[in-house]
């Protein structure tokens, strides 16, 4: 239990509380909470899923991770964590319900990149910082 | 009346109230604004109704600055001139332009819009227009069933160019020439210096010759410059008898200030990532209010203003395959980041954007006669030098113009932009050219050791000499200088109207 109330939030507690159920509660908590709340290699796996041709994402991100030194040898589980960061998530906070909310996030985060001029210049390319990150996710290493 | 000057006997002379050489879109709409008003008006122009090279050959110069177009390609030498090749994209300058700016030096017109906006309004059935409305881009789109770009309005906002067929002046108005029982236009004659009295304050008259041809005179009360942003000042320059630094030119400010738009055709491409866009407002032509439009994106004033740049415009070329048809598979709602790969430009749907900036106003820019003995015309008279100058300023404008442009279509999830000069801001991308929009090299002040002509575009010091067209323009914003230019001239019209009376 100890491990489910350090990784299961408030929120989804609450949730879980309008179950009626026992049976549906203990389903709830395995499915939602920490025995259970998606790790960053799983939230790593739903962000790369957001991306449609992840062949040319690698690539963009093997160009990006050459170019910028601080994002260079980064593993999967660390990009996806600063990702979750740029998107004010805690990692620690995340539940399944929420993985599905990652491609709106990011598709929003993408465009005030653009607002707020946080964008990558690759090669002849703009892009977002948050998409380039995205990117190097494809490439980097689990 | 249309006269071929080759058949004038040598010593003729030619007497007139008002002696306008050329006869391009300025020479020609000048002069039939005094149709039928009593007035002689002697309309000389240096070629025939046709192209001819040799005429042509007249216009050879050196350019002795950045490389740009060899001078005889730029302008074309015969009845109509220029207008006989150009491109008919037609906008007012805004009320922004004719301000002075002070992160521009030498920057501001001594006129205001208001003074040209009446003549604008004139000027637009001259060139084929439609109603004269350049700020309903909106509801025109809205009649038209198409949509305008959301635009952050603090970066970009669309606005609407007019389209001319475009008008051909030399044949648009042949016949009312023709027809013209005081408008008199002299073919096949290059004037090659104005002779004034001995304080070179008057000008007597105009030295005439033809090709294989008669030399002859012509003698007016007002003569009228409008032979473009480079003859305008090679003729002040030739007219060196009596001033020797040419007429008008005791600042030494003849040729000086020659500026020109700065082009990137093109500066990004942008790679779709949404299938259902339309661009059609700007990527085509669209008939409303008797006139052809579209749509343009230009920067507002409060950006140029916060960010010190100078007035820029995009225009969309669509060039994918398809651009508006679903793309298998590639659409993202991340906005298609990874159709973007670095090292490849391949995308079968993207969209060109080309760039227009306003150049700086630089004194050290200049046309001037040639100083070598081989640089001589058909007439044995210097030809000229041009000295194309941009400046490190101007190029980081133009890398700011195009991120700006790049963040938006970004922002607005439309795609992303590939442009070389996002790699290599210090360097100009290949792309780069002029626009062949010589201004400058007259230009207009209040004051004459700031511009050579003053607000009713008179020469300073000389009584009876005027120059029109885009050489008197202090700033050019980003716009295409016909529609401005022809303006202007009706405006000088009006003001010789006057003076007559």
Redesign the interface.
């Known amino acids: 239990m100890s491990q489910v109330d350090a990784r299961c939030s408030r929120r989804d507690v609450l949730k879980l509380a309008t179950c009626s159920s026992l049976v549906t509660v203990v389903s709830g908590l395995s499915a939602g909470c920490g025995l259970v709340g998606p790790d960053l290699e799983e939230v790593a796996q739903r962000m790369i899923e ?5 062949d ?2 690698r ?2 991100g093997e ?1 990006y991770m050459a170019q910028a030194s601080d994002i260079r040898g980064q593993t999967r589980e660390q990009l996806a964590g600063k990702l979750l960061d740029i998107l004010g998530l805690d990692a620690g906070e995340m539940s399944h319900d929420m993985l599905e909310s990652l ?2 996030r ?2 929003n985060r ?2 005030r ?3 707020e ?1 946080d ?1 990558v ?8 910082r948050t ?2 990150l ?2 190097a996710l494809v490439a980097a290493k689990t | 009346m249309l006269i071929d000057a080759k058949e004038l006997t040598n010593g003729h002379i030619v007497e007139a109230d008002i002696c306008i050489v050329g006869a391009g879109a300025v020479g020609i709409a000048m002069a039939l604004e005094f149709d039928g008003a009593g007035m002689d008006i002697a309309v000389m122009e240096s070629g025939g109704l046709e192209y001819d090279p040799v005429t042509q050959s007249l216009y050879e110069g050196e350019n002795v600055g950045r490389p740009t177009y060899p001078l005889e390609t730029n302008r074309l030498r015969y009845f109509g001139g220029t207008t006989n090749h150009w491109a008919g994209h037609c906008r007012p300058f805004d009320a922004f332009d004719f301000s002075e700016r002070e992160w521009i030096p030498h920057s501001g017109w001594p006129i205001t819009i208001d003074e040209l906006e009446p003549y604008l309004a004139r000027t637009q059935p001259i060139m084929e227009l439609g109603e004269y409305d350049y700020d309903s881009l909106n509801e025109y789109a809205r009649q038209l069933g198409l949509k305008t770009l959301p635009l952050d309005g603090k970066r970009l906002i669309s606005v609407m160019k007019h389209q001319s067929p475009p008008t051909r002046f030399g044949t648009a108005y042949r016949d009312a020439v023709k027809r013209s029982g005081n408008v008199s236009v002299y073919l096949h004659s290059n004037v090659l210096e104005l002779h004034s009295d001995e304080t070179a304050s008057h000008v007597d008259s105009a030295e005439v010759a033809c090709i294989d041809g008669p030399r002859y005179r012509v003698k007016a009360k007002q003569f009228v410059l409008a032979t473009g942003g480079m003859e305008n000042p090679r003729l002040m320059l030739l007219s060196n008898s009596t001033a020797p630094d040419g007429l008008g030119n005791d600042h030494g400010l003849v040729g000086r200030f020659y500026t020109d738009h700065l082009l990137i055709r093109p500066a990004m491409d942008i790679s779709l990532s949404r299938t259902d866009l339309d661009f059609r407002l700007y990527t085509g032509l669209h008939e409303i209010n008797g006139g052809l439009v579209f749509g343009i994106m230009t920067p507002p004033a409060d950006l140029t203003r916060r960010e010190k740049l100078t007035r820029f415009r995009f225009h969309l070329y669509n060039l994918g395959p398809g651009y508006q048809k679903p793309v298998g598979g590639v659409f993202s709602d991340l906005d298609g980041a990874p159709e973007v790969a670095p090292i490849s430009r391949e995308s079968g749907a993207h969209i060109q954007v080309h760039m227009a900036m306003e150049p700086m106003p630089n004194p050290d820019a200049f046309v001037r006669l040639s100083t070598d003995e081989d640089e001589r015309d058909l007439f044995g008279q210097p030809r000229l030098e041009v000295n194309w100058v941009v400046t490190e300023r101007e190029l980081a404008n133009a890398h700011r113009a195009i991120e700006i442009g790049a963040l938006e279509f970004g922002r607005m999830g439309i795609g992303r932009a590939y442009a070389p000069i996002l790699e290599k801001p210090d360097e100009w991308p290949d792309a780069f050219t002029s626009g062949k929009h010589h201004c400058g090299t007259t230009r207009m002040a209040d004051n004459p050791r700031k511009g050579v002509v003053d607000r009713n575009c008179k020469v300073f010091g000389v009584d009876n000499l005027y120059v029109t067209g885009s050489s008197v323009f202090p700033n050019i914003g980003h716009t295409n200088p016909t529609l401005n230019l022809v303006a202007l001239s009706l405006r000088l019209a009006d003001h010789l109207k006057e003076k007559s009376a």
């Not at chain 1, 957001?50 to 992840?54: E, F, Q």
């Not at chain 1, 210049?121 to 977002?128: A, E, K, N, T």
């Open positions: 957001t991306l449609n041709h992840r040319r994402a690539e963009i160009a491609e709106d990011l598709g993408v465009r990149d653009f607002l001029e964008v210049v690759l090669g002849r390319w703009m892009l977002s998409e380039t995205l990117c």
